[in-house]
């Protein structure tokens, strides 16, 4: 039997892993969306393959359900729209700015962590978040516009995906008796079922894609989405919402170098000065112990 420790040393190598690959999916998501599959096909396809795919492993896991209905019904919402907007922002917005609008989420988790929870900060789980913080602020402050806000569509939408991201992390900490599998197939179904209702509310007509656009967006489904929530999941569950919601961060760095590898935007030397902060507050919350 895996000791307390073990299983939190794999929840922090597994949202470390999650969230390098989080960082870097935006670009095979963009070169589908080239193809004609647009933001909410594309979301429909990733989340539907994750979701069938799992089924031999998860489908008893469906009866889980009944212990936390309400709470499970609020997971599939929140992961609903975190994954909807998400997917959205990032083909619409600068990939940067996108991620860190999104990745203010620790504090609303941090937040709702302390008042629905209980959970108790101590001074270096702070230390480690304000460090973590002040390096998403240096990266996103803009001397001209000021405030680091969200400007158009797509930065909005990254800002109601963090909100909601915080809602699932808390979400996921308060029902711990439910499985890791179960709450997956709740994040996978979520995405699927709200997918489809603003599909239809729309009117959507079916993208004109061919069997190898339609197949690559599977692929991603099953090698990234699958294997990502599944980290997520593992990780959220075994470690307290302020040290998994910091940990994550590291997709910001995952998600600026390949932004400058991938793409001609530039990212300048304040946005990495902002990105090492991030990465040292990531490392103080991975060496928390009980907080």
């Known amino acids: 039997m895996p000791s307390i420790e073990t299983h939190r040393t794999l929840a922090v190598l597994s949202l470390l892993a999650g969230a390098t690959l989080w960082g870097v999916i ?26 069938v795919a799992s089924l031999p492993r998860t489908w008893r896991c469906f009866a889980e359900f009944r212990h936390h209905p309400w709470l499970m019904a609020l997971l599939m919402l929140a992961a609903g729209w975190t994954n909807i907007a998400f997917v959205e922002a990032v083909l619409g917005g600068n990939i940067l700015r996108v ?68 809602l699932s992390i808390v979400t996921t900490r308060r029902v711990e008796a439910v499985s890791v599998w179960a709450k997956a197939a709740a994040v996978w179904l979520g995405v699927v079922v709200l997918a489809a209702i603003i ?16 197949g690559g967006a599977a692929l991603l489904g099953l090698f990234g989405i699958l294997l990502m929530t ?43 000065a902002g990105g090492a902060l991030i990465a040292f507050g990531a490392y103080l919350a991975a060496r928390l112990g009980r907080v």
């Open 26 to 51: 935006w670009y095979p998501m963009r070169l589908l969306e080239g193809e004609g599959l647009s933001g909410l096909w594309l979301t429909l396809i990733l989340y539907g393959t994750a979701l």
């Open 99 to 166: 991620l860190l609008l999104f990745y203010l989420s620790p504090l609303w988790a941090t937040l709702l962590g302390w008042w629905w929870l209980g959970e108790r900060l101590s001074r270096l789980a702070w230390m480690s978040l304000v460090i973590a913080m002040s390096g998403a602020m240096l990266m996103l402050w803009n001397p001209v516009l000021g405030l680091p806000l969200p400007q158009g569509t797509a930065e909005w939408m990254a800002l109601s995906s963090g909100m909601a991201f915080a």
């Open 230 to 272: 599944l980290m997520v999941q593992y990780g959220v569950t075994h470690l307290p919402v302020q040290r998994s919601a910091v940990i994550v961060l590291v997709e910001l760095i995952a998600g600026a170098v390949s932004q400058q590898l991938l793409t001609d935007e530039i990212v300048t030397v304040r946005e990495w």
């Open 199 to 214: 599909m239809t509310a729309l009117q959507l007509p079916r993208p004109p894609i061919g069997l190898p656009v339609f």
